[in-house]
């Protein structure tokens, strides 16, 4: 993998159901992994910051994994709620600070 | 706290003119990056200063210059712009580089 990849592009899931996406990421001067939260005319805002193979961060009910030896993320969603509807972005951070994030994957939960 | 500002909101330039676009953050971090966004994509980003005093290409810097002007500020310029450099422009700041992101609000650039 040369570049980072997000998978699926866009979701569209009913209120109360739980999905999950997934980030990969070269494993060359790999040093951290983010997740961030992109709300339609808002900035993207961080959700999770991960540099251990097999770290795991939860926040409420949004939890993510790493996965550094073959280069893969998952964020997931636990009971989604319309107000969880957003971007997610996730980007890969080598040691000297250069980030690269991938074209984010679209959340639309419907009521 | 501020956080992160970015000046202007909105610019319409010609093509060939020039303009610098303004970031700067309150929280004391060390490292900035600027960013483009396009329909459709992801965040691409342009130039990144790890720490004051240094900066460093990103995946798409052509067109474009920077400067770190001090810890708090971290300028874009657009020498001679170009139609293809229609985008919305983000500003992010870190505390150390590789740690989490705070985005400014964007600018958004219109090229014609």
Redesign the interface.
Known sequence: ILNVEQSPQSLHVQEGDSTNFTCSFPSSNFYALHWYRWETAKSPEALFVMTLNGDEKKKGRISATLNTKEGYSYLYIKGSQPEDSATYLCASNTNAGKSTFGDGTTLTVKP | NAGVTQTPKFQVLKTGQSMTLQCAQDMNHN?M?W?RQDP??????IY?S?SEGTT?K??VPNGYNVSRLNKREFSLRLESAAPSQTSVY?CASSEY??????????TRLTVT
């Open positions: 490292s990056y960013y459709g994509m992801g965040l691409r980003l990144y790890a460093d990103g995946e983000f580089r590789a740690y989490e992101q705070y985005f400014g609000p964007g």
